[in-house]
């Protein structure tokens, strides 16, 4: 199957570079801002932009992520009016846009009926936390018939078997959890992460994106000839988070807009 993310990823491999993708959560601070986030990061030259769907019991998200989610739950935002503002963007010259949300919104809306949302607001692939992979058939057939992606998530605590029946029911690209337990800032790329992603290597061809602790250019050197992409959020957040201050709300857009540029431009060099 090929959509926009597989192309994507195609492409930079073509072109012997790493794919960034940056984590936004929608409604924080308001619609509007999500809007002019995700024109201001496909300004930047990311390649993808994962959309966080705000949910009040999150999976695995540290918490300036979850504070993230608190905010916009607290404006009352919900699913229809994102997929609303997501369908304004259609048309304009953006990355392609993965979903993170719970399987519960999606089962709360009705498989079909937010699949089809997806599709007219122009998301092109799903990540969704608390689906477990080895349960993911029915959902995974139901994007598949849609040219949408599924994108499943594995962990370091993943016993390798259990990699085997993930995989089966995953398409686009495999997130990556880069260390065990919440997302957030580190200072270090882990060994045990560099061995893990040379064993996945050898047991799919899909692009692997690394995530989970991944936040300055300098985590993206040693990943590169074994991922295929880095995805941050808590350092994206945070930018973000200053949208909803008077005093900083003004210089937050460009402050983003240049730390994606640091991040894109790490991930498309070139290895010598």
Known sequence: MSNRI??????????????FMPFITAADPDLGATQNAIRTLGSASVDLIEIGFPYSDPIADGPVIQASYTRAL??????????????ELKGESL????????YAIIFR????????????????????????GAEAEELFTKTHARDLNLVQLIAPTTPRQRVK???RCCSGFVYIVAVAGTTGERANVADALLEQLRWLREETELPLAVGF??????HVAPLRGLAQGVIVGTAVVRYLEKLGTSDSAATALPELKTYAESMATAAHAVKS
């Open 95 to 102: 990355p392609p846009l993965v979903a993170m949300v719970s």
């Open 213 to 218: 602790g991944i936040s300055r250019p300098e």
């Open 165 to 167: 029946q993930v995989l």
């Open 6 to 19: 597989s192309e994507t990823f195609a492409r930079l491999r073509s072109e012997g570079r790493m794919a």
């Open 109 to 132: 809306t009705g498989i079909d009926a937010f699949l089809e949302h997806c599709v007219q607001s122009g998301i092109s692939g799903l990540i969704v936390p608390d689906l477990p």
């Open 74 to 87: 607290e404006k009352k935002v919900q699913v229809r009016q994102i997929f609303a503002a997501l369908a």
